[in-house]
């Protein structure tokens, strides 16, 4: 019979479900903001979503190596990054795929167990 599971679990931070409006991060409990790097998982105060400037996700976007794109959830609902945010991370080589946060948490793992190189920011639930 043909087995689906993994042998492995991808390696570094992955969602295991959501708490209210919080992010469960392993056994933690992340009530706002997350970022997620490919090694880390960081509590994140973000500004309001209107006001988001490369400066506000600059720490992130600078892992080493480079991400392939930044995954951006936008909080409880999708909504679409400024033109400019998205041009300036255009400008430094990779891209934004924005999406409400939980569908970008069920993204960030589906994606993490390909082992893809990505960076995350979520917006609080």
Not at 2 to 20: C, L, N, Q, Y
Not at 40 to 66: C, H, K, R, S, Y
Not at 98 to 114: C, F, I, K, Q, Y
């Amino acid at each position: 019979m043909v087995s689906f599971d993994r042998e492995e679990a991808p390696a570094g931070p992955t969602i295991r479900g959501f708490s209210g409006n919080a992010f469960r991060v392993a056994d933690r409990i992340v009530p706002g903001g997350l970022w997620l790097t490919p090694d880390n998982a960081l509590d994140w105060t973000p500004p309001a979503f209107e006001a988001l400037a490369v400066d506000d996700v600059a720490g992130l976007i600078a892992i080493q190596p480079p991400p392939e794109f930044l995954l951006l959830g936008t909080g409880p609902t999708m909504r679409r990054p400024s033109p400019a945010f998205v041009a300036a991370i255009e400008a430094l080589g990779f891209g934004v795929e924005p999406m409400d946060s939980r569908a970008a948490a069920r993204a960030w793992n589906v994606l993490r167990g390909e082992d893809r190189w990505i960076v995350a920011a979520f917006m609080p639930l």
